[in-house]
């Protein structure tokens, strides 16, 4: 399984922007996938997932104003994230993990794309 992301970038407060990670070597149907992000200095922490039944769950600090999709006839796993804020600021990870439950927990996640850098100033 590899993944690559793409899409970070620096942004103002208030803005958008959307994060994809193109993933190739897997069957969608088998693995569920997320994203997690890493401040410096801090631990990685899970965003957004989803399972391999496509229901999705969010992280309490980003309800309501990420979300994330699958397209399955692009193999390519998208976060869309809106109303940044300045603690948003780190390295965004796409993760993926073969069962049928996703989880927060990266320490489940044996695929990990390479990151790309979000910074919200």
């Known amino acids: 399984v590899q993944l690559v992301e793409s899409g970070g970038g620096l942004v103002q407060p208030g803005g958008s922007l959307t994060l994809s990670c193109a993933a190739s070597?897997?069957?969608?149907?088998?693995?569920?996938m997320g994203w997690f992000r890493q401040a410096p200095g801090k631990e990685r922490e899970g965003v957004a997932a989803i399972d391999s039944d496509g229901s999705k769950s969010y992280a309490s600090f980003v309800k309501g104003r990420f979300t994330i999709s699958l397209d399955t006839a692009k193999n390519t796993l998208y976060l869309q994230m809106n109303s940044l804020k300045p603690e948003g600021t780190a390295m965004y990870y796409c993760a993926a993990r073969a069962g049928a439950d996703s989880s927060f927990n990266p320490l489940w996640y044996a695929y990990w794309g390479q990151g790309t850098q979000v910074t919200v100033s």
């Open positions: 070597g897997y069957t969608y149907s088998d693995y569920c």
